[in-house]
């Protein structure tokens, strides 16, 4: 990830398989057919994740309805260690890297006990540093999102995660809101962390469609996390602030066209110009006939298409001097037809 890398785009999947199996495997196979580069689950035991008391998150509410507690809601979602194992073998199968947020220690553990390839961190656990710490000494590469976060929380947990085995890691901007508002997105934000810290960035993007996203690939994002559903309709917290899978594969293809546009910074005249550049530039021509031994005044010099000739950037060079030969009016000038000073 960074530097000359692709984007990495990431599926996310998290909890819109609602503790179905076989609908994570559908949205493993959803994600491959868009071209994203991998699928992120996450991965959690309800009742060490949260208090029995905890009430749903507003956005909660508004997609599961106001019946139950998040303990309640969380438990429906959970993928037991056997399912992990199925769905990491589908993602390989696939040709897509498996990986997953894990929210306590043990899910650590189990995470590791699969053999993924990197961990990522969510917005949530940023302050949660014995779980960071815990991650990091894995040794594997982390993702860490920062939503919710103010830039002294981040110097913490990067702290913590440089000082705990110092794996590789990226940064991924996030406004966690379901939907977020495209007006508070910052995406300036991005390059804050990228001085600040001196890795890749990225963005977990919540927001509806995907404009932001490509924004984001346009300022220089190395990562680009978004939600998968096969269906917004479905019931579950985060379907409605996800991308279907027709949506998902345009996102790709979007961002794959923007970083084939990006190019490498250096300014200069492209091979698909040259014809454009040769009939829209403009040449010195004859004003008049001329006569050879005639000499170039201002009134017998034109500025005209087509730009074969010699340019108008250059008429102080051209004013004074005699033409070698009899020259038609508005023929092209060039350097030959001159004598020298």
Request: charged letters at 25%.
């Amino acid at each position: 990830m960074g530097d000359d890398a692709p984007v990495f785009v990431v599926a996310e999947a998290g909890v819109n398989h609602n503790g179905d199996p076989e609908q994570a495997r559908r949205l493993i196979d959803a994600a491959k057919e868009a071209g994203a580069d991998a699928v992120k689950f996450q991965t959690f035991r309800s009742d060490a994740l949260v208090s029995r008391h905890a009430p749903k998150a507003a956005y909660q509410r508004a997609t599961t309805g106001d019946d139950g507690t998040q303990a309640e809601m969380l438990a429906r979602l959970e993928l037991s260690l056997e399912q992990h194992v199925d769905l990491r073998d589908r993602c390989a199968k696939q040709g897509l890297v498996f990986f997953s947020a894990p929210f306590d220690e043990a899910s650590v553990e189990a995470l590791a006990e699969l053999g993924v390839s990197l961990y990522k961190v969510p917005s949530g656990e940023i302050t949660n540093l014995p779980l960071l710490a815990r991650i990091a000494s894995k040794g594997k590469p982390v993702i860490l999102s920062t939503g919710m976060s103010t830039l002294d929380e981040v110097a913490a947990a990067v702290a913590t995660i440089r000082g705990a085995g110092d794996p590789p890691l990226a940064l991924l901007h996030c406004v966690s809101a379901y939907p977020a508002p495209i007006e508070e997105m910052n995406l300036r934000a991005m390059s804050t962390l990228r001085d600040r810290f001196g890795c890749p960035v990225g963005l977990s993007d919540h927001t509806l469609g995907i404009a932001v996203a490509l924004g984001a690939v346009a300022r220089g994002a190395a990562i680009v996390e978004k939600h998968l559903t096969l269906d917004k309709a479905l019931p579950g917290p985060d379907h409605r602030a996800s991308l279907e899978p027709g949506e998902f594969a345009e996102l790709v293809r979007g961002i794959r066209a923007i970083e084939a546009s990006l190019g490498d910074g250096d300014k200069r005249p492209m091979p698909c110009e040259a014809d454009v550049r040769r009939v829209a530039r403009k040449s010195l021509v004859a004003a008049r006939a001329l006569r050879a031994g005639e000499i170039l005044t201002s009134d017998a010099v034109a500025i005209k298409r087509p730009g074969t000739g010699i340019p108008p950037s250059a008429l102080a060079s051209v004013l004074g001097r005699r033409v070698r030969r009899d020259v038609l009016a508005d023929e092209v000038l060039d350097w030959v037809m001159l004598e020298t000073h």
